[in-house]
């Protein structure tokens, strides 16, 4: 059925579709958005990489951690940020909005042009964008934006372009080559694992399974593509002047590491824990965040209708089954690695959206809901602990949320038609809360960066490379981190370094005799049980947060300081 889309229907999606580039670029620059740890080790071999003046060898001081991914997502830092001379975090991670922004484009197109309807086309977009994991990894400094984006693109140039795209023997093949090349370069080669199998696949259904004419006729065209792509990717060992290392600590570290058991067995790892393959399996629902009822549900509804599935949808759900299949050999599993097939699953959603049903979509409501009530809670919490920090803006937000939420579950007309942007609305909510942690309470003020400017500055660290983040709040010291796993004492720290950042309870108290030079609120990542039940209780500003104190010791061994090794490395 032809749905036509009246104009304040056009105007409703337009406006939405604005909303969500809005959430996406607001607070980009904040060291509190949703992220992945491995922000920090990547800015950290874009900053070294572009202080060496070259693009090859990659640099970094991290122990075993230079050549972990290929070069083109440090190329890319090193481009947004002009060689390191803009070095912060919105120039950093600007480039991975746009991917994600082209990636919902190409969600956009391929959703109209499979069901004809432009309806659908916003529908698909709004929820790829509504999307957790897309929030989450589509932001920061990550691979994860231009790998989606790159092999996104080949099924997408398949699927647009379908059958004068499968039926092209040579131009066709080649461009997807070029295209699955750069993603490799972007990841690993062995992302051409699945491709490669999903290619094969996809040529095989589209001859609807004739095997000879397949062989005769396609056979040759995934390998065409595939040494092409390959070609591209080592184009890394013909340029990098240490190919030695690239083999060693990208081919057999990185990628083959990953095959091992890491301290337990294999198949215990397989079928218990939280890298197991039970917790791949909810991987593609927990990736949607707020929208993974609908997400589930679109599985139900793909099952029952398994005989009515066009070729198209077939496709679709070929790619999602290969990287499942494909990413529960590892030893290592996460949701994580199933990202690259959320764009098809976006498109799904919009193809099925209407048969979809409402109380599933209800449900999304009311989680929305929750959210926004556990946020609204904290911040009263934190209002009535530092007057004044949070304005009409976040109030407005989450109300005008609620509101909509509220409209949407009264109304089934219309409940379709928000519930995207309620989660869009809910994300924006987020940032607009954490948005007081990078103000003149969470960073140090100006005369304090001025105070270590060109001096030493120990910080604490829990990741690898975590000392990097603070090189954004002090970024004229020299910036090195001390492991939070030895468990100094405030007095065994001042007897080790000069200047050192400490953090501690809201009532903590500092080293003995130490002078503090700055101090900023900063937000725990890691709360007991038993503080949890204290928030839940009202005590939220206690434990949800500490205080970062920046502090000169004149008890400082300089005998100790000297033979001191950083401990985030």
């Known amino acids: 059925m032809n749905r036509r889309l009246g104009g304040v229907s056009l105007l409703w999606y337009v406006l939405a579709l604005a909303l969500a580039v809005v959430t996406y670029f607001y607070g980009l620059d904040s060291q509190h958005i949703p992220k992945n740890g491995d922000e920090y080790p990547y800015a950290h071999i874009t900053r070294l990489t572009a202080a060496s003046g070259h693009l ?96 996104f693109l080949p099924f997408f140039t398949l ?127 927990m990736n949607a965040g707020l929208l993974a009822f609908p997400v589930a549900a679109l599985f139900v509804v793909a099952y029952r209708r398994r005989y009515q599935l066009v070729a198209t949808e077939n496709m679709l759900w070929i790619w999602m089954i290969v990287l499942f299949v494909v990413f529960a050999v590892p030893s290592q599993r996460s949701a994580r690695y199933l990202l690259e097939a959320m764009p098809g699953v976006a498109v799904l959603c919009a193809l099925n959206w209407q048969r979809i049903p409402r109380w599933v979509f209800m449900l999304t409501l009311v989680a929305a809901g929750a959210v926004l009530a556990l946020l609204v809670f904290l911040a009263r919490s934190l209002q009535a602990e530092a007057a004044g920090m949070y ?58 960066q001025e105070y270590v400017q060109n001096k030493d500055v120990w910080v604490s660290c829990n990741f690898r490379a975590h000392d990097e983040g603070q090189r954004f709040l002090l970024p004229k010291a020299r910036v090195h981190g001390y492991d939070e796993g030895w468990n100094l004492t405030p007095d065994e720290l001042a007897a080790r370094y000069k200047l050192f950042a400490l953090q501690l309870p809201l009532n903590g108290e500092p080293c003995t005799g ?54 985030c490395r």
């Open 56 to 151: 090859l060898p990659l640099q970094s001081e991290l122990d075993g951690m230079r050549n972990t991914k290929p070069p083109l997502l440090f190329w890319q830092g090193i481009e947004s940020t002009h060689w390191g001379q803009d070095w912060d975090l919105w120039h950093l991670r600007y480039p991975s909005v746009i991917y994600t922004l082209l990636t919902a484009m190409l969600v956009f197109l391929l959703a109209r042009k499979l069901s004809g309807q432009l309806e659908d086309g916003f529908v698909a977009a709004l929820t790829f964008l509504a999307f957790f994991s897309t929030y989450r990894y589509g932001r920061p400094f990550l691979v994860n934006p231009p790998e989606v984006f790159w092999f």
């Open 514 to 567: 130490c002078k503090i030079i700055g101090q900023r609120l900063d937000i725990r990542g890691r709360q007991s049980s038993q503080e949890l039940q204290a928030m839940l209780k009202g005590d939220v500003f206690q434990h949800l947060f500490v205080k970062e104190l920046l502090v000169e010791s004149p008890n400082a061994d300089i005998n100790v300081l000297n033979a001191n090794k950083e401990g």
């Open 391 to 448: 304005g009409w803006d976040f109030w407005l937000l989450s109300g005008a949320t609620l509101a909509l939420a509220l409209f949407g579950l009264l109304s089934a007309k219309a409940i379709r038609n928000v519930v995207n942007v309620v989660a869009l609305l809910t994300l924006l909510a987020l940032a607009v809360f954490l948005r007081p942690f990078d103000g003149a309470l969470g960073t140090y003020s100006e005369a304090t």
């Open 159 to 285: 699927l647009y372009w379908r059958p004068f795209s499968f039926e092209s023997r040579w131009m066709v093949p080649l461009l997807l080559g070029v295209e699955i090349g750069i993603g490799l370069l972007y990841k690993s080669f062995a992302l051409l694992a699945p491709i490669g199998l999903v290619l094969v696949w996809w040529y095989l259904h589209q001859r609807q399974y004739r095997w000879r004419e397949f062989l005769v006729q396609d056979s040759f065209k995934p390998v065409l593509t595939g040494i092409v792509a390959l070609s591209l990717f080592a184009l890394w060992f013909a340029l990098d002047p240490d190919p030695q290392s690239v083999w060693r600590e990208f081919v057999v570290g990185e990628n083959a590491g990953k095959f091992e058991a890491h301290g337990g067995s294999y198949w215990m790892k397989l079928l218990w824990g939280g890298s197991s393959i039970w917790a791949l399996l909810l991987g593609y629902p």
